[in-house]
């Protein structure tokens, strides 16, 4: 059975600083890993896509990186600012199902 | 092209009824996947719909139920709700796992 873990639950930061969040998961046969934001209350936004076969992602401030063999993935912001604030949660796609499992998430927030 | 849509945004029901969800899929999308998401928690996965069929199904009870219209749109029922059944309700939906998942902004049900 596939486990999503994310540690720590919350995280503060001051505006600026470079941060990286952590995902790991138990079983390394996915097809690809997601990561999203979500507001308070709010439905889900993709922010990166990294397929099995990749080793990372970029988009803009955002970077996200796999390693399938070891279960993790990491996802690294640059210069946070105060609107970065939100959960990110990272979800690994399997075959078997055909569904997304998703980690508790991370709350982040921004102190300007 | 739209994204995926969700119907009602807020919904209050009294434990015993009934509810239906809806879902649009973003344009040229075949998959339709629903998740629960209770508060301070990841989603979990209920079921998921490719071109009208069940292909895929969480750990639900027969009470939550769904279809997948022609149009790729979707309905999320559920019967004789429970206390427990307060959550919010994601859609998402998909052309290929390989471009990953887009989700609506959910349906917040909240049983009484």
């Known amino acids: 059975k596939q486990e999503v873990t994310q540690i720590p639950a919350a995280l503060s930061v001051p505006e600026g600083e470079n941060l990286v969040l952590n995902c790991s998961f138990t079983d390394s046969a996915i097809y690809n890993l997601q990561w999203f934001r979500q507001d308070p209350g709010k439905g889900l936004t993709s922010l990166l896509l990294i397929q099995s076969s990749q080793r990372e992602q970029t988009s803009g401030r955002l970077n996200a990186s796999l390693d399938k063999s070891s279960g993790r993935s990491t996802l690294y912001i640059a210069a946070s600012q105060p609107g970065d604030s939100a959960t990110y949660l990272c979800a690994v796609f399997t075959g078997a199902n055909s569904k997304l499992t998703f980690g508790k998430g991370i709350t982040l927030s921004v102190r300007p | 092209e739209t994204g995926v849509t969700q119907s009602p945004t807020h919904l209050i029901k009294t434990r015993g009824q009934q509810v239906t969800l809806r879902c649009s899929s973003q344009?040229?999308?075949?998959?339709v996947s629903w998740y629960q998401q209770a508060l301070g928690q990841g989603p979990q996965f209920i079921f998921q719909y490719y071109r009208e069929e069940e292909n895929g199904r969480g750990n639900f009870p027969p009470r939550f139920s769904g279809l997948q219209f022609p149009n790729y749109s979707s309905e999320l029922n559920v019967n004789a709700l429970e206390l427990d059944d307060s959550a919010l309700y994601l859609c998402?939906?998909?052309?290929?796992?390989?471009?990953?998942?887009?989700f609506g902004s959910g349906t917040r049900l909240t049983v009484v």
């Open positions: 344009s040229g999308h075949n998959t």
């Open positions: 998402a939906s998909s052309f290929w796992i390989y471009y990953g998942y887009t």
